[in-house]
């Protein structure tokens, strides 16, 4: 059987995996897999809004990959627009990753899983969406060494305010 590459994914699959179309008695066949062109219409669809449109993620990952170049210890893919959208809507679907809040333009943090600084790779495999108060308690923690912090940190301002949070 024929195969071609999805322009999106880049992954090798069957023809009967693309959209055709016969012109002029030639059959043409898209350039994305069916699979990717529904996630584009689901992202087409969800960042009609104004606030999350494309130029907000290039500006987001031309940030992001402006700082990592310089960090990065081991490998550093630019990260691009496009992908830190898809990311966003579908495979975080719109929550933190830590702490499952929902997110918006306004309080979105992309964040490296693995820190730039304990060698983790900069690239879209390796990078998070998470909420600005998760990122500013996480700062260069990777997950495994920031979840005793965490539960430590709680303790510590229970203790500290475990008086005034009974009275309210």
């Known amino acids: 059987m024929d195969k071609k590459e ?12 693309f959209r055709s179309s016969i012109i002029r008695n030639k059959q043409y066949f898209r350039l994305e897999c069916k699979e990717c062109e529904k996630k ?6 969800l960042t009609n809004r104004k606030e999350l449109n494309l130029s907000f993620f290039r500006d987001r990952a031309s ?3 402006s700082g990592a170049k310089s960090r990065a210890k081991r490998e550093y893919i630019k990260v691009t627009g496009e992908q830190l959208m898809e990311l966003f809507l579908t495979k975080e679907n ?3 990753y830590i702490c499952n809040t929902s997110l918006n333009y ?3 943090i992309f964040d490296h899983e693995i820190p730039l600084s ?8 390796n990078i998070r969406c998470c909420c600005q108060e998760c990122s500013s308690l996480k700062l260069d923690r990777d997950l495994q060494s920031f979840i005793p912090f965490l539960f430590d940190y ?15």
């Open 6 to 17: 999805c322009k999106h994914c880049s992954q090798i699959k069957l023809l009967s995996e």
């Open 40 to 45: 584009m219409k689901r992202i087409k669809r």
């Open 63 to 65: 940030s992001l990959n």
């Open 94 to 96: 719109s929550r933190c």
């Open 106 to 108: 306004e309080n979105l």
């Open 118 to 125: 304990s060698g983790g790779a900069h690239n879209i495999k």
């Open 154 to 168: 709680c303790q510590r301002v229970e203790e500290k305010l475990g008086g005034v949070i009974n009275d309210l």
